[in-house]
């Protein structure tokens, strides 16, 4: 009913950036609070960002000051813009949507995320 599709991970020298992108599709009638998880091997799925419909944040400690989370109501997509990035930040970075689909059934999507690597 409802597809993520996320882009904009790879591979990247300790202090660059990227920038995340997942899009929402299908049968959308209102998209709620999107958010960025991660996963490192062997480690369990913590939360990254949350961005709510109307643009309030949440981040985790590790990712405050570095990692920023926006939104484009328009398009359904979700952004993560990471900046002085880490060893310990390389993880599956998946993304998160809480989404009433036009058959009025609400509930969180997961996209099959993307791999971010840290490393020189």
């Known amino acids: 009913q409802v597809q993520l599709v996320e882009s904009g991970g790879g591979l990247v020298q300790p202090g660059g950036s990227l920038r995340l992108s997942c899009a929402a599709s299908?049968?959308?009638?209102?998209?709620?609070?999107m958010g960025w998880y991660r996963q490192a091997p062997g480690e369990q799925r913590e939360l990254v960002a949350t961005?709510?419909?109307?643009?309030?944040?949440d981040y985790a400690d590790s990712m405050k000051g570095r990692f920023t989370i926006s939104r484009d109501n328009a398009k359904n997509t979700v952004y993560l813009q990471m900046l002085s990035l880490k060893p310990e930040d390389t993880a599956v970075y998946l993304c998160?949507?809480?989404?009433?689909?036009?058959?009025?059934?609400?509930?969180?999507?997961w996209g099959q995320g993307t791999q971010v690597t840290v490393s020189s």
């Open positions: 299908g049968n959308i009638s209102k998209i709620y609070t």
């Open positions: 998160n949507v809480d989404a009433l689909s036009t058959d009025w059934i609400r509930r969180l999507y």
């Open positions: 961005i709510t419909f109307g643009g309030i944040t």
